[in-house]
């Protein structure tokens, strides 16, 4: 089995940071990629980032600059600082990681179970 928990959402005011953290447990063998998503509601789910093993970062265009994706390959964890947040930031955010279990020959997708970020104007 695979567990992805996240942690370290909340409420903070317009400008303010929160960090969150996914950390990945379980027959894990390798772990290719780590990102976040969030999705809003009546809204698309939309990639925030997403860090390599070799630590290749990618952004979606409205957190450049404000978000910051890292990772612990060693604790399979990853950590998202975001600053400056703004109350469009506000949704649930989910980590995902992109793995290869102990045993198998694929990668396969596993999902958190989503942490709630609200941002008051």
């Known amino acids: 089995q695979v567990q992805l928990v996240e942690s370290g959402g909340g409420l903070v005011q317009a400008g303010g940071a929160l960090r969150l953290s996914c950390a990945a447990s379980?027959?894990?063998?390798?772990?290719?990629?780590m990102g976040w998503y969030r999705q809003a509601p009546g809204k698309q789910r939309e990639l925030v980032a997403a860090?390599?093993?070799?630590?290749?970062?990618n952004y979606a265009d409205s957190v450049k600059g404000r978000f910051t994706i890292s990772g612990d390959n060693a604790k399979k964890t990853e950590y998202l600082q975001m600053n400056s947040l703004k109350p469009e930031d506000t949704s649930v955010y989910y980590c995902?990681?992109?793995?290869?279990?102990?045993?198998?020959?694929?990668?396969?997708?596993?999902w958190g179970q989503g942490t709630q970020v609200t941002v008051s104007s």
């Open positions: 995902y990681a992109d793995l290869y279990r102990a045993g198998y020959a694929s990668s396969q997708r596993y």
């Open positions: 379980g027959s894990i063998f390798s772990i290719n990629t």
């Open positions: 860090i390599t093993r070799d630590g290749r970062t």
